[in-house]
């Protein structure tokens, strides 16, 4: 797994993430809840990026790209969080929590931004796991080379 590869992926899921986010708040539409499903089309995407890389790259092994990719997706996520924070706390801390959970998906009550961002990282979390396994078994006959060992070290021509 190439370190550099998964920030930089996951730096683009969140910069994809936050510019629509911007976009729908700026137009008014942030209140539609269906609207967030378009975050997947970006996780999708950096996520999917990294394991074609990674296999452009000859990086095989099912775990070690399930692993990358997932990471990629745990980046992105922890970008988006504290994002967020800063973004509510500039636009009115808790008050513009208020009219913002109010078009979310969360239950009832009056969340502070603690839970809300347990809620977002649960949430993001396993949509990162999920798309990662859904990708992956696109993936696995490409990068998974059966009766070979993905490690380095125990490649050897001794055996």
């Known amino acids: 797994m190439k ?23 700026w137009s ?30 000859k990086i095989y092994g099912y775990f070690t790209n399930f692993l990358s990719a997932i990471v990629t997706g745990i980046v992105s996520l922890a ?12 636009n009115g801390g808790q008050e513009y929590l208020r009219n913002f959970k109010e078009s979310y998906i969360f239950g009832g009550g009056d969340p502070s931004i603690y839970q809300f961002v347990i809620g977002l990282a649960l949430e993001g979390a396993a949509a ?11 993936w696995k006959d490409k990068v998974e ?9 125990h490649n050897t021509a001794d055996v």
Do not use: H, P
Not at 30 to 56: C, E, H, M, W
Not at 81 to 87: D, G, R, T
């Open 145 to 153: 080379k059966i009766n070979k060992v993905d490690d380095a070290a």
């Open 28 to 57: 008014g539409l942030s209140d539609q809840i269906y609207l967030r499903l378009v975050n997947f089309v970006f996780v999708i995407f950096g996520i999917n990026r990294t394991i074609k890389q990674n296999y452009a790259d």
């Open 79 to 90: 970008l988006g969080l504290a994002s967020f924070v800063a973004y509510v706390d500039y």
């Open 3 to 25: 370190s550099s590869r998964v920030l930089i992926n996951g730096t683009i899921i969140f910069a994809c993430i936050a510019l629509f986010f911007l976009v729908m708040e």
């Open 128 to 138: 990162s796991v999920i798309v990662s396994f859904a990708l992956m078994q696109y």
